[in-house]
């Protein structure tokens, strides 16, 4: 499920950042939008989880040095089997059979074959005179005439940013080449057909190749950044903004792609954070004290190193202060103030400011899980309804993070900047449960394994508080233990699809193992630990996002719960109540609280029966790949360490024990491969 834009020699930074903002608006929540580096596409293998790489405005000949060869072949092969692939301005002279920049221009000429060759012919520039490189100077509005009948839902008439880009020379003469789109203006190179932008089957795969940037967003492009003549583009590229949209859209849809139908689609606002401590005022007046005694706060605002804190007292109108904060983009979503409103006297927001969260409820369900004791983890709740990432709240905000206590949580209903490993950044949709909670460990020896293996833990917790669902009542437990989830290592969870999903207790059905081509689940579930040593602790930032209720981007508990009661009311047992928020938030968090207790003194080792109860991977058979060029090793799971949580590996052949880090190495279950990420 993943879109790949290049990032290595040759792609500009703004042209990258213009991929991935458009990319993550029309795409999300279907698609985890990620750079991908040059080493990464030589050496990793992934063509195997992939829909679309995307190759960016730039230049051309890096493109050449670095992928020429075992670069080319592999997205070459990538797009043959089914994989979709889009080249943009510079990414589109490199996809043709020939590229031809500037001829004759000794200090700019650029010519010569290329690899791809996706489209037969050359592509030719620039189209409009002027280009100066790293500049806008040349920068222009392109009007393009629209071939709707291949982008049906697309307006006739499109304005894209342009600075650069080619004509692809009689398009219209090559088989199966379609043109989605072609200049209006006169050219400055002769070609009576004019395409803009090209679409072509390759193999069992899709490409669209394009001259002018579809994907440039005006909520990017700063005015001051060049003369008069750049102003007046931008204004025109806003003005025509929606029609932009509407055809990048469509040549998404064309390539095969799922996208969010709101045509409107913008970046959520930021909305304010509300903390409370309905259970234990004293711990968050506690929090308050510790927060105004540092020397970044001043007046009622913490300046932090990558947010902004404005605290704002309960009695206080929300509607004085509280308005949402317009960004315009995932990267500015960072740079607006953060309001906190601390509910000090144990009370809580009105429902109206919280329609997606029933804080009342998620107070009253740990009060029972904790039958009526107080515990760490959770007592302090921060909830905002849209919010950057509830782990860079906490963890890039060291000021903020250490007046924190331990079991501090905070809980969103949307991320705009939702973080994942490798630096993966999505906009998480409503539906998805995303929390971050803090551990504070203290350092020394006896600590050290923990800080490395909390990460198990915690996905323990979580798959134990989904099967264990709402127990905390007489008889509501039961039945939830047939939901069809297991752990991958380290602490992703996956749940069988529907469609798989047939038969309760049937082994053939619901398996342990995932062996085979054949992937039938689904991930439900991510999670990732950030680490921070401040003050002789360490602070340990859990963040995990949940699927509970969205559809997309694969399944979500509800969905799969739906047809296990399908499964019940054949079998005239009652229908189990839908996972909400509240209650799973709570679950986890007691779940936590009690396996920490047991945790902070024994390690994982008590843990780990449970955890190869829930895993996949007993007596998997894998093969796993340290690099590109060594030869595969065969080789059975045996396990994971106590001490450190590597996963043991036993050669086939050999017998040579191996353990791996889940840090480095990439684990694609499915396909039963393990290899080193560059």
């Known amino acids: 499920m993943n879109v790949l834009v290049y990032s290595g020699p040759g792609a500009t930074t703004e042209s990258v950042k213009h991929c991935l903002e458009s990319l993550r608006l029309h795409l999300s929540p279907y698609y985890a939008v990620v750079p991908i580096s040059e080493n990464a596409i030589l050496n990793d293998p992934w063509m195997l989880k992939s829909s679309l790489l995307v190759l960016p405005g730039g230049a051309d000949l890096p493109y050449c040095k670095v992928l020429d060869g075992e670069g080319n072949r592999k997205i070459s092969q990538f797009v043959r089997k089914g994989g979709k692939f889009l080249g943009l301005c510079a990414g589109g002279y490199y996809a043709s059979t020939r590229c031809e920049f500037e001829v004759g221009d000794p200090e700019m000429e650029v010519s010569g074959p290329r690899e791809l060759e996706f489209f037969p012919g050359t592509a ?29 839902d697309a307006p006739e ?23 989605v789109a072609r200049y209006s203006d006169k050219l400055d190179i002769e070609d009576e057909g004019k395409a803009a932008v090209i679409y072509k089957k390759v193999g069992k795969g899709d490409v669209i190749l394009t001259g002018s940037h579809p994907e440039f967003t005006p909520t990017l492009l700063n005015a001051a950044d060049g003369d008069e003549n750049y102003g007046e583009v931008i204004k025109a590229i806003k003005e025509g903004d929606k029609n932009r949209r509407l055809f990048f859209k469509s040549c998404l849809v064309k390539l095969g792609l799922k996208v969010n139908e709101n045509v409107d689609v913008t970046v959520p606002k930021i909305t304010p954070l509300y903390l409370s401590s309905h259970l234990n005022k004293d711990n968050l007046n506690e929090l308050v004290k510790k927060l105004k005694s540092n020397t970044h706060f001043h007046g009622n605002t913490l300046e932090d190193d990558n947010d902004t804190f404005v605290f704002h ?37 009105d429902p109206k400011s919280t329609p997606y969260f029933n804080m009342s409820a998620y107070y009253s369900h740990l009060e029972k899980l904790y039958d009526g004791r107080v515990g760490e983890f959770g007592s302090i709740l921060g909830y905002g309804e849209v919010v950057t990432s509830t782990n860079t709240l906490m963890d890039r905000n060291p000021s903020f993070l250490q007046s924190l206590p331990n079991g501090f949580t905070i809980t969103a209903t949307t991320q705009v900047a939702g973080r994942g490993r490798g630096g993966n950044v999505w906009i998480n949709p409503k539906g998805v449960m995303a929390s971050s909670v803090l551990f504070k460990i203290p350092s020394g020896e006896k600590y050290s394994s923990s800080v490395v293996t909390l990460q198990y833990l915690c996905g ?67 999670a990732l630990i950030n680490s921070q040593f401040l003050n002789g602790s360490f602070y340990l930032v859990w963040g995990g996002g949940v699927n509970v209720s969205n559809e997309a981007p694969t399944t979500s508990l509800n969905v799969v719960l739906a047809q296990l009661n399908v499964i019940r009311e054949k079998k005239g047992l009652p229908a189990l109540p839908r996972y909400q928020h509240e209650l799973l938030l709570a679950k986890l968090l007691h779940t936590m609280d009690q396996f920490y207790s047991v945790f902070k003194t024994s390690g994982l080792q008590p843990f780990l029966p449970l955890y190869y109860k829930r895993w996949f991977h007993t007596n998997q058979l894998v093969r796993l790949q340290s690099d590109a060029t060594s030869r595969e090793r065969k080789c059975k799971v045996k396990g994971i360490t106590s001490d450190y949580g590597l996963l043991i590996a036993e050669d086939v052949d050999t017998h040579e024990v191996l353990q791996l880090q889940p840090d480095g190495n990439s684990f694609d279950i499915f396909k039963g491969l393990i290899y080193k990420k560059s």
């Open 124 to 152: 030719k520039g620039c189209a409009f005179k002027g280009f100066v490189y790293e500049s806008h100077a040349g920068a222009r509005v392109a009007n393009l005439d629209v071939n709707t009948q291949i982008l049906p």
């Open 313 to 349: 007292d309960e009695a206080e109108d929300d509607h004085d202060y509280f308005i949402a904060e317009d960004h315009g983009t995932i990267e500015g979503a960072d740079e607006v103030p953060k309001h906190v409103k601390v509910f000090s006297e144990g009370n809580l927001p």
């Open 157 to 179: 008439k499109v304005v894209n940013y342009y600075n650069g880009g080619g004509v692809f020379l009689n398009a219209d003469s090559y088989k199966g080449v379609e043109v």
């Open 460 to 526: 323990l917790a979580l798959i134990e508080s989904i099967l264990g669902y709402g127990s905390f009542e007489a008889g509501k437990g039961i039945g939830y233990e047939d939901l069809p989830v297991r752990l991958k290592w380290p602490n992703d969870i996956y749940i069988l699809k529907p469609e798989f999903f047939h038969k309760i207790g049937d082994k053939d059905e619901i398996s342990s193992t995932v062996e085979g081509d054949e992937a039938k689940y689904a991930k439900v579930s991510g």
